[in-house]
């Protein structure tokens, strides 16, 4: 069975500075991960994937994430917030396959400061 | 190209009754699957369409029942309705196959009271 640890419920940075979700996931076969963004009151919108090409992933707005096996993470970052970031960011594994196929983390919600 | 719809946008239903919602695929996308997204919590999977049929289901009773229509568009029943199942209810369409990314909706919000 897959699962998704998404390490801490909030994060809280001030505009200009670094960015780091912590996201670590188990899986039984070679898995795609993904990020997502859900604004309040938005659906969710797709940041970045992983599907076993390079393991550093580049992403929309300046996020990326990078692939880690030996580890089993998959932590999102960005060199520098803008308050247009804050917002529910949510870690997703997938086994590839058919079916249930998509398991997500309990989800990060990330506060910019001023 | 058009986005994923949903339909309702919001939903106020009493408890023990039936509701439906739907969902249009983004063209070019055979697979639909729904989530329910409580409060505070990261979307739950309850099943997944292709082709017309149940490909997959999530921990949810039977009384969560859907529809996938030929033109890829799909329905999301909901019988004898709990105050537990107030929720935001999310649709995704993608190609099939996990390594594929899914594109969600906005939403319906439903409330049971």
């Known amino acids: 069975a897959q699962s998704v640890t998404q390490l801490d419920s909030h994060v809280s940075v001030s505009e200009g500075t670094p960015v780091l979700l912590r996201c670590n996931y188990s899986?039984?076969?070679?898995?795609?991960l993904f990020w997502y963004v859900q604004h309040p009151n938005k659906g969710l919108q797709l940041l970045l994937k992983?599907?076993?090409?390079?393991?550093l992933v580049k992403g929309i707005n300046g996020f990326e994430a990078e692939f880690k096996k030996s580890e089993t993470s998959f932590h999102l970052t960005k060199p520098s917030a803008h308050m247009s970031d804050a917002a529910e960011y949510f870690c997703?594994?997938?086994?590839?396959?058919?079916?249930?196929?998509?398991?997500f983390g309990p989800g990060t919600r990330l506060s910019v400061l001023p | 190209e058009t986005g994923v719809t949903q339909s309702p946008t919001h939903l106020i239903k009493t408890r023990g009754q039936q509701v439906t919602l739907r969902c249009s695929s983004q063209?070019?996308?055979?697979?639909v699957s729904w989530y329910q997204q409580a409060l505070g919590q990261g979307p739950q999977f309850i099943f997944q369409?292709?082709?017309?049929?149940?490909?997959g289901r999530g921990n949810f009773p039977p009384r969560f029942s859907g529809l996938q229509f030929p033109n890829y568009s799909s329905e999301l029943n909901v019988n004898a309705l709990e105050l537990d199942d107030s929720a935001l209810y999310l649709c995704?369409?993608?190609?099939?196959?996990?390594?594929?990314?899914?594109?969600f909706g906005p939403g319906t919000r439903l409330t049971v009271t």
């Open positions: 369409y292709y082709r017309e049929e149940e490909n």
């Open positions: 995704a369409s993608s190609l099939a196959g996990g390594k594929y990314e899914q594109y």
């Open positions: 899986s039984s076969y070679s898995p795609s």
């Open positions: 063209s070019g996308h055979n697979t």
């Open positions: 997703v594994v997938s086994d590839r396959g058919y079916g249930q196929n998509f398991v």
């Open positions: 992983y599907t076993s090409a390079a393991t």
